[in-house]
């Protein structure tokens, strides 16, 4: 291993950054020194607003959300139509929906899709909260907005079975999605027509 050219402190923050997506130990070198560079500018709000987020992020009870209100800022909006509930696997893919402003639902999120070889199942996921979600009166519609991979395609079967008693219609993005796409990646376009092209499960 190369021998470091800076103390122990500065090592651990270039190694913590290390560890965040998109970020190798290139990348991460170079973000710490811009930030030391620009500690009053960057640094301090930085370190202000992780201290912020770290005290006060809570998950949503009601639909997996992480924000920093329980409920969350969606589920409290009188604005969204709470006859449609929006069914992602991911907290990414729920803000992905949003920035494309694709839909004005609420949201439910499983936390991951069903996958037997990484042994994942049923009870891992937020589908019971689901099942009795779809049961609520005001629910005429559950959009299952899964990854077009082999996982999600099982998850969104799993999950339509289980809606057969619920009186609401299953439906699905169309997915101008390639095999395997995750909704993350997608553009916010793509997205929003996906999401208006909807189709009966
Ligand atoms: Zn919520």
Redesign the pocket.
């Known amino acids: 291993m190369a021998s470091s050219v800076t103390g122990p402190e500065i090592e651990r923050l270039i190694q913590l950054l290390a560890r965040l997506p998109g970020l190798g130990p290139r990348s991460a070198r170079r973000a710490a020194l811009h930030l030391i560079k620009k500690r009053e500018a960057l640094m301090a709000p930085l370190t202000g607003a992780l201290q912020t987020a770290m005290d006060r992020i809570q998950v949503?009870k009601?639909?997996g959300?992480i924000d920093t209100t329980d409920?969350?800022t969606?589920?409290t909006d009188p604005r969204r139509d709470p006859a449609i509930i929006v069914v992602v696997a991911d907290v990414a893919d729920l803000w992905a929906l949003e920035r494309a402003n694709a839909i004005n639902g609420l949201?439910h999120v499983l936390g991951a899709t069903l996958s037997p070889l990484d042994g994942i199942g049923p009870d891992d996921l937020a589908i019971d909260s689901l099942v009795s979600r779809a049961h609520q009166a005001q629910v005429k519609e559950v959009v299952l907005a899964l990854n077009a991979t082999v996982d999600g395609q099982t998850t969104a079967h799993y999950i339509t079975d289980l809606l057969q008693d619920a009186d609401v219609k299953v439906t699905r993005m169309a997915h101008g999605v390639p095999v395997g796409g995750e909704l993350d990646y997608l553009d916010e376009g793509t997205l929003s027509a996906a999401m208006r092209q909807r189709t009966l499960f």
Do not use: E, L, S
Request: net charge neutral.
């Open positions: 949503c009601t639909c959300n409920p969350c969606i589920c949201y």
